[in-house]
């Protein structure tokens, strides 16, 4: 049974830092992409970044280029999103997502998801 676990999501003061996890289990992570994704409210899910796991390849949104770092634990089968510098405009909830083959930055592409972590940049 595929399963994404997300957690590490929280409350936080403008300029602070969180580190989220994505935890996956019941397919071969080697043979897929994950992705970070977030959904403010009334607003669409959004791409924030994803990773090739075979090759440790990432990519992000320009939105969050240079704040947000995706980090891989092969042996935790984890994923990480390093979150810096974090504004009021990047509270959502944010969601782990797989897909098979190379990475994407599409929503629909993804048919993995997790539970989502609420995020709340706030003073």
């Known amino acids: 049974q595929v399963q994404l676990v997300e957690s590490g999501g929280g409350l936080v003061q403008p300029g602070g830092s969180l580190r989220l996890s994505c935890t996956a289990s019941?397919?071969?992570?080697?043979?897929?992409?994950l992705g970070w994704f977030r959904q403010a409210p009334g607003k669409e899910r959004e791409f924030v970044g994803t990773?090739?796991?075979?090759?440790?390849?990432?990519d992000y949104a320009d939105s969050i280029k240079g704040r947000f770092t995706i980090l891989q634990d092969n042996d935790k089968n984890t994923m990480y999103l390093q979150m810096n510098s974090l504004k009021p405009e990047d509270t959502a909830v944010y969601y782990c997502a797989a897909k098979p083959g190379t990475w994407a930055i599409d929503v629909q592409r993804y048919i993995y998801w997790g539970q989502g972590t609420q995020v709340t940049v706030s003073s």
């Open positions: 019941g397919f071969i992570l080697d043979y897929h992409a």
């Open positions: 990773i090739a796991w075979s090759v440790g390849a990432t």
